[in-house]
T-cell receptor, first 112, second 111 residues
Framework: NAGVTQTPKFQVLKTGQSMTLQCAQDMNHEYMSWYRQDPGMGLRLIHYSVGAGITDQGEVPNGYNVSRSTTEDFPLRLLSAAPSQTSVYFC???????????FGDGTRLSIL | QKEVEQDPGPLSVPEGAIVSLNCTYSNSAFQYFMWYRQYSRKGPELLMYTYSSGNKEDGRFTAQVDKSSKYISLFIRDSQPSDSATYLCAMKDNQGGKLIFGQGTELSVKP
């Protein structure tokens, strides 16, 4: 039981490049979400999903896309990377919306 | 004004001290309250999860929620160097899963 697995752990991009951050969970959790963590800002919700085929926007969704084709996977796509998207990205999952969320160890993304 | 306010610290205490960490919030609809511990270069790890007001104890950790004052606390008894981490409060209402986090308090426990 690996929990929430995020790949890659580190990535450096150039402005304008696109990439996908991967998130997978093996706990059969329905609820999954993406956060970014910036100094002095805490964790902020980007997008979330309450089940396969259902996604919605969080607090800071601009510049990011998500999809949820399976229960296990919830990838986050950066369409055209900007320096303002330099951050640490965390994926989380929970059994249901009202249950506590469990986090992966993050992807550290730097955009030059 | 942020929905959740948390003093970022840093907070430094000697080993064995009682630590008090606090958050205030403005949204009276919040019903679920959590404390996460985050070690450097790791993801947040759930420590305590409470619903509505009251106390909850788990080993050396006690979480308190005072909804009338919109104030939550985490107490750590007999603090250990291994407790050195950033502690994040988080909360949400009963309408969905959107967690709102505090900034986090950096704690250092000195041997």
């Amino acid at each position: 039981n690996a929990g929430v697995t995020q790949t890659p752990k580190f990535q450096v991009l150039k402005t304008g490049q696109s990439m996908t951050l991967q998130c997978a969970q093996d706990m059969n959790h329905e609820y999954m979400s993406w956060y970014r963590q910036d100094p002095g800002m805490g964790l902020r919700l980007i997008h979330y999903s309450v089940g396969a085929g259902i996604t919605d926007q969080g607090e800071v969704p601009n510049g990011y896309n998500v999809s949820r084709s399976t229960t296990e996977d919830f990838p986050l796509r950066l369409l055209s990377a900007a320096p303002s998207q330099t951050s640490v990205y965390f994926c989380a999952s929970s059994r249901a919306v009202d249950q506590p969320q469990h986090f992966g160890d993050g992807t550290r993304l730097s955009i030059l | 004004q942020k929905e959740v306010e948390q003093d970022p610290g840093p907070l430094s205490v000697p080993e064995g001290a009682i630590v008090s960490l606090n958050c205030t919030y403005s949204n009276s609809a919040f019903q679920y309250f959590m404390w996460y511990r985050q070690y450097s270069r790791k993801g947040p790890e759930l420590l305590m999860y409470t619903y509505s007001s009251g106390n909850k104890e788990d080993g050396r950790f006690t979480a308190q929620v005072d909804k009338s004052s919109k104030y939550i606390s985490l107490f750590i008894r007999d603090s250990q160097p291994s407790d050195s981490a950033t502690y994040l409060c988080a909360m949400k209402d009963n309408q969905g899963g959107k967690l709102i986090f505090g900034q986090g308090t950096e704690l250092s426990v000195k041997p």
